[in-house]
């Protein structure tokens, strides 16, 4: 089956995975500039791994017939610092014009601190001056439901921002219908165990319904599995979704919403 991954860390996966990937139908996929696994020491630790994603990995992806796409930003992770964030966001406007840049993203909060927020505030605007989709991470565990709520508040201070060109990842229960009742698109990640599992993604889905909604596996550096995806689909087919129902999650809603971008033009 062909699938879209819409989230996936690929600079932490090896290549073998990009074998996995492909052979499980995966024909499309998108990496959010996120952390590297350690914080990186200076700004032009970000042009390195800009040139990366622009660059280097569409290369590694292309030899396994995966169209490779990516989004810019300083993850909220590496944002505590604002004159550091500000330097590497400074750079950012010299690869928007990459051809497989989507947006502005993953951008967002990770402690919920005063610092991530401005910066994520900046980084939206950015977005908004260049015209380009976002793409939203929320916090974990007990930092979500609070996390999901600020970055929900800023966005709105921002009138001009269309909330069908956003999406707002890691969604769980006790979010996503806030996310989706203010008119964003979310993200579920399927993750072992953390975030969402298979059967939790699939009740979520259940209950709110498919449109905007999407699932992918992040597969970072924590404890994740790049095939989260497919096997979300295996999961579906024994709980009787049908064939439309499946395709619809795994591909027309990913690409409707990363159409947002005029560079995601792809069969
Ligand atoms: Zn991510």
Redesign the pocket.
């Known amino acids: 089956m062909r699938y879209i991954e819409p989230?996936a860390?690929m600079v932490s996966r090896t290549t073998d995975d990009y074998e996995r990937l492909a052979l499980a139908g995966c024909e499309v996929l998108c990496e959010?500039a996120?952390w590297a696994g350690f914080d990186r020491s200076s700004p032009d630790g970000f042009r390195d791994y800009f040139l990366q994603l622009t660059r280097h990995e569409p290369k590694r992806a292309a030899k396994h017939g995966i169209r490779h796409f990516c989004w810019l930003c300083v993850n909220p992770k590496e944002a505590e610092d604002p004159g550091f964030a500000r330097e590497v966001m400074r750079m950012i406007p010299e690869f928007l014009d990459s051809p497989n840049v989507l947006g502005i993203g993953?951008i967002g909060l990770n402690k919920n601190t005063r610092n991530e927020l401005a910066i994520f505030e900046e980084h939206v605007q950015l977005a908004l001056d260049h015209d380009l989709p976002v793409l939203v991470?929320t916090p974990h565990l007990e930092d979500k439901r609070k996390g999901t709520r600020l970055i929900l508040d800023a966005l709105a201070n921002f009138p001009k921002l269309r909330r069908d060109q956003v999406v707002i990842?890691?969604v769980e229960e006790h979010t996503v219908g806030t996310v989706l009742d203010a008119g964003y698109w979310a993200g579920m990640?399927l993750y072992p165990h953390s975030k969402c599992s298979v059967d939790r993604a699939i009740d979520i889905l259940e209950i709110h319904g498919p449109e905007r909604l999407w699932m992918n596996s992040?597969c970072?550096w924590g404890v994740s599995d790049p095939l989260a995806v497919p096997k979300c689909a295996l999961r579906m087919k024994a709980r009787g979704h049908d064939t439309a129902a499946i395709r619809r999650m795994l591909w027309e809603n990913p690409r409707e919403f990363l159409s947002r971008s005029p560079r995601f033009i792809i069969d």
Do not use: Q
């Open positions: 989230h860390h959010p996120f993953e991470h990842d890691h990640t992040a970072d």
